[in-house]
């Protein structure tokens, strides 16, 4: 089941139609119908908002709506062909009913989701019923409402969501199931532990849970939301961290330094450089010995590499790159670009003959092999239009000149 899925759940209309047949068995009792339903105005109560703007939901061919009514135990199957929905056993009634309908079906299995963006309509429960009964002659109009909540779990480290588990009073929370004659689901649960999400990276993760009930929000063992009595507000969307991506740590001469993360699993870089150059030996010191003593450490190459892909330009799946003036100095402002990083940001400054059409300048990394000793920027607008370079590479003099550094936290 694909689905398309911008930045924000907006207004969507769903216009659902069937075909009509007749079965000459059930002269009474007609077969196929035209069902419209209308997603409530997300704007107003369902709306999911981040930095890049607004989701939207829309369907996608093979999506199916079961409908049932008030008259009958089973449910029909309306299915997208890729222009309407269908239904060709669809039955009316032979007197008014109330008809309910369900997307994206009667029963949703909330177990081990796979935290894709995309994957996140596939467990988005809607419900609605008509605003009066009906024989379903002159077709249904249904408005349907969101029933779930979305959390954007950000993994900061690897490992940080081995096993995300929600529960509610009754236990663990594995589904949902429609509540029959009503526009609405129950939540299912488990007395034994039920695991919506489990990843081994670090990452920005999207798990669908229910709405307006009380909800605990485990990972593994440990207790990282309680929700009000309410619950979570039906359509919206709430980023948890596993851990901080912003903070400070002293160093050895009694600063605190600002640290910050751009994006998951990613090194802790300080907001400032070290004061004086470092030679790449003095670098390379750790725990007491380093520069800044045990609570920081010159960042590898490896962990530079999602910087840049192929080609040295900058990686922008993680971070955005402005070549600009900060305090007096040139130099390049990285910005993270994943859910949760966006507002998280460092200037790393150049040093020599720099302008506003470019410069070349080095920092140091602590890595003794393949070639990867510093970690060089190269930006002249005029004669490199495509922008920003970086090359984590081996300087012929690193063994005797003194590069700027930019220490990350130890962890």
């Given at each position: 089941?694909?689905?398309?899925?911008y930045?924000?759940?907006?207004l969507?209309?769903?216009v659902?139609?069937?075909?009509?047949s007749?079965d000459t068995?059930?002269?009474?009792?007609?077969?196929?119908?035209?069902?419209?339903a209308n997603?409530?105005?997300?704007?107003t109560r369902?709306t999911?908002?981040?930095n890049?703007?607004k989701w939207?939901?829309?369907?996608?061919?093979?999506d199916v709506?079961k409908v049932?009514n008030?008259?009958?135990?089973?449910?029909?199957?309306?299915k997208?062909?890729?222009?309407?929905?269908a239904?060709?056993?669809?039955?009316q009634?032979t007197t008014?009913?109330?008809w309910y309908?369900?997307f994206p079906?009667?029963t949703?299995?909330?177990?081990?989701?796979?935290?894709?963006f995309?994957?996140?309509?596939?467990?988005?429960?809607l419900?609605g019923e008509t605003a009066s009964?009906?024989?379903?002659?002159?077709g249904?109009t249904v408005?349907m409402k969101?029933?779930v909540?979305v959390?954007?779990?950000?993994g900061v480290?690897d490992g940080?969501c081995?096993?995300?588990?929600?529960?509610?009073a009754e236990g663990?929370?594995?589904g949902?199931?429609?509540a029959?004659?009503?526009?609405?689901f129950?939540?299912q649960?488990?007395?034994?532990?039920v695991?919506l999400?489990?990843?081994?990276?670090?990452g920005v993760?999207?798990v669908?849970?229910p709405?307006?009930?009380?909800?605990l929000v485990?990972n593994?063992?440990t207790l990282i939301?309680?929700?009000?009595?309410?619950?979570?507000t039906a359509?919206?969307?709430?980023t948890?961290k596993?851990?901080?991506t912003?903070?400070?740590?002293?160093?050895?001469?009694?600063d605190e330094?600002?640290?910050v993360?751009l994006?998951?699993?990613?090194?802790?870089?300080?907001?400032e450089?070290?004061?004086d150059?470092?030679t790449?030996?003095e670098?390379?010191?750790t725990?007491d010995?380093?520069?800044?003593?045990?609570?920081w450490r010159?960042p590898?190459?490896?962990e530079l590499?999602?910087l840049?892909?192929?080609g040295?330009a900058?990686n922008?799946e993680?971070?955005?790159?402005v070549?600009?003036?900060?305090?007096g100095?040139?130099g390049?402002?990285?910005?993270?670009?994943?859910?949760?990083y966006?507002?998280n940001?460092?200037?790393?400054?150049?040093?020599?003959q720099?302008d506003?059409?470019?410069?070349?300048?080095?920092?140091?990394?602590s890595?003794d092999?393949?070639?990867?000793k510093?970690?060089?920027?190269?930006?002249w607008?005029?004669e490199?239009e495509?922008?920003?370079?970086i090359?984590?590479?081996?300087d012929?003099?690193?063994?005797?000149?003194?590069y700027?550094?930019?220490?990350?936290l130890n962890?």
């Open positions: 089941m694909k689905k398309i899925l930045s924000v759940f907006m969507a209309t769903m659902l139609a069937a075909c009509s007749e068995t059930e002269p009474d009792v007609k077969r196929g119908m035209v069902l419209k997603v409530e105005d997300t704007d369902a999911i908002t981040d890049e703007g939207k939901f829309a369907f996608a061919e093979g709506v049932g008030d008259k009958v135990e089973s449910y029909y199957t309306f997208n062909n890729g222009t309407v929905f239904s060709t056993d669809a039955k009634t008014a009913a109330t309908a369900y079906g009667e949703i299995s909330l177990e081990n989701q796979s935290g894709d995309a994957a996140v309509a596939n467990n988005y429960a419900a009964a009906t024989t379903g002659s002159d249904l408005t969101a029933k909540a959390l954007c779990i950000v480290k940080d081995r096993d995300i588990n929600v529960k509610t663990y929370v594995s949902l199931t429609a029959k004659n009503s526009a609405g129950n939540v649960t488990s007395p034994a532990k695991t999400l489990s990843k081994q990276k670090a993760y999207y669908v849970v709405a307006d009930v009380k909800l485990y593994g063992e939301k309680a929700t009000k009595a309410g619950g979570l359509g919206k969307y709430y948890l596993t851990g901080e912003t903070g400070s740590a002293f160093n050895s001469l009694g330094i600002g640290w993360q994006w998951p699993g990613g090194p802790k870089f300080a907001t450089n070290v004061k150059k470092l790449f030996t670098a390379c010191k725990g010995d380093y520069v800044w003593g045990a609570n010159t590898k190459g490896e590499a999602p840049y892909k192929d040295y900058v922008t993680n971070v955005s790159a070549y600009k003036q900060s305090n100095s040139y390049i402002e990285f910005t993270g670009v994943q859910h949760g966006t507002n940001k460092i200037f790393l400054h150049g040093e020599g720099m506003a059409t470019g410069g070349q300048w080095t920092y140091l990394t890595t092999k393949n070639n990867a510093t970690w060089n920027f190269f930006f607008v005029a490199h495509d922008g920003l370079k090359f984590i590479y081996e012929e003099n690193y063994t005797i000149s003194k700027m550094v930019r220490p990350v962890e």
